[in-house]
């Protein structure tokens, strides 16, 4: 097998769009709702995630619909995927209720034909929440024959005792700016680096969606007198009451100290006014050439079993050809490497990255960026200028991972050859 079937019970393959999502039962709106979290149509490309569709016309992916299984030869095998665009109520909703799946892929599947394809798009939350792992339990005791992907990079080790496989598949890795926008750029950012030019400000520390932990460090920053010669966003509900009470709120569950500096500041606004409305892949590229560092606070910060998750946040300054700090889950950095990524020890102290306790963490990221404020502009330069190889090296590593995401080429062999 050299292709990937993806068979689909209701296809319109001539427009690239589906009437309706595979596993749910046609027009069961609350089942609808639990897959994408938001009363809307199912329409278009939306409904399936591009990278297969990408792969179809590349030609490692074969898109049919159910109707057609019987063309297949007799060793031609597939998957019936089933996309779950938001993990709060997929796995509970039908923890107790059957999905909906042709009784000829029931039993293609039951035969070792066919696979079920459970496929989180997006975010890689913990197989923890939400009944993840009890749905896919007996989802693999009915089945038997099922595969799991999401962008967790620990799933494999948290469901193989489980004998379910599992793909990592990080979408975040392949995005229309990495592999078009960003070549317009490349040369530019370079240049400022191998000629040590001077930047205006010293670190960029973007925070689109609030939450507690970048509450913290946002607050300990201007505690410290850092913001102001530095890019640093924070927005909340434009409502001050509202404003107020979700910090008061951070304050009380999370066990942090006052947060009165940040109180005092929001709204901390770089180009945006409402940066709820833009798209998070989208790359404010003047922000990464004016500064030197990329303080990144990633989406999970607090650690949870098994489970790492990069975002886009992390790929962005790979691509700006950026040295950064990672704020997220512990020993986020050692996963990186993991990756193939290389990371920035000879120049600054990485040990932020060790401590299970997320207030010391948080408190070590900010005493790291407390070292780089206190280094003068043409020592950042000159930093930079030795980083170089490691920044080249990152930006190619990361060019060739999002090849293979491109077309959903190496999830689509991955399963092809562990089937």
């Given at each position: 097998m050299d292709k990937l079937n993806l068979v689909y019970a209701y296809l319109d393959k001539t427009n690239y769009a589906i009437d309706w999502?595979?596993?749910?039962?046609?027009?069961?709106?609350?089942?609808l709702r639990s897959l994408l979290l938001k009363d809307r149509e199912l329409v278009g490309r939306r409904a399936i995630h591009l990278s297969f569709w990408e792969g179809d016309r590349n030609g490692n992916i074969n898109i049919i619909s159910v109707n057609d299984i019987s063309n297949l030869s007799k060793d031609e095998k597939y998957v019936f995927p089933i996309e779950v665009f938001d993990d709060m109520r997929f796995w509970s909703h039908y923890l107790n209720k059957d999905l909906d799946i042709p009784l000829r892929v029931e039993q293609d599947i039951i035969a070792g034909k066919a696979k079920l394809f459970i496929f989180v798009p997006f975010e890689g939350i913990s197989q923890m929440c939400y009944n993840k792992l009890e749905f896919l339990k007996k989802i693999k005791a009915k089945y038997n024959n099922i595969v799991y992907a999401d962008c967790n990079l620990l799933a494999y080790e948290f469901l193989a005792p489980e004998g379910i496989k599992s793909v990592f598949n990080n979408a975040w890795l392949n995005t229309g700016f990495t592999n078009i926008e960003i070549f317009k750029y490349i040369d530019s950012l370079k240049t400022l680096i191998l000629t040590k030019a001077i930047r205006p400000k010293k670190f960029v520390c973007f925070?689109?969606?609030p939450k507690a932990p970048r509450a913290y460090i946002v607050n300990r920053l201007l505690e410290l007198d850092i913001v102001k010669n530095n890019i640093v966003t924070f927005q909340l509900d434009k409502d001050p009451c509202k404003a107020q009470k979700m910090l008061k709120h951070y304050e009380d569950?999370?066990?942090y100290k006052n947060l009165d500096a940040l109180k005092k500041n929001i709204p901390l606004v770089y180009d945006y006014d409402n940066i709820f409305t833009v798209n998070p892949t989208h790359i404010h590229i003047n922000a990464h050439k004016e500064t030197y560092f990329n303080l990144v606070n990633e989406t999970e910060f607090y650690e949870q079993p098994s489970t790492m998750f990069f975002s886009e946040k992390t790929f962005k300054p790979i691509i700006c050809m950026q040295p950064f700090v990672l704020a997220g889950a512990p020993n986020?950095?050692?996963q990186l490497k993991g990756l193939g990524f290389k990371t920035f020890s000879d120049f600054i102290d990485e040990s932020y990255d060790e401590p299970v306790d997320s207030t010391e963490r948080l408190e070590r990221v900010v005493r790291t960026m407390q070292y780089i404020n206190s280094k003068s502009f043409q020592e950042l330069s000159e930093m930079l200028y030795q980083?170089?190889?490691?920044?080249?090296?990152?930006?190619?590593?990361?060019?060739?991972l999002a090849e293979q995401e491109?077309?959903?080429?190496k999830i689509t062999r991955e399963i092809i050859n562990n089937w």
């Open positions: 999502p595979n596993g749910i039962k046609m027009n069961d709106m609350d089942g925070n689109r969606i569950c999370y066990n986020s950095l050692k980083m170089y190889p490691i920044l080249e090296y990152n930006f190619n590593h990361h060019m060739m491109i077309g959903a080429k």
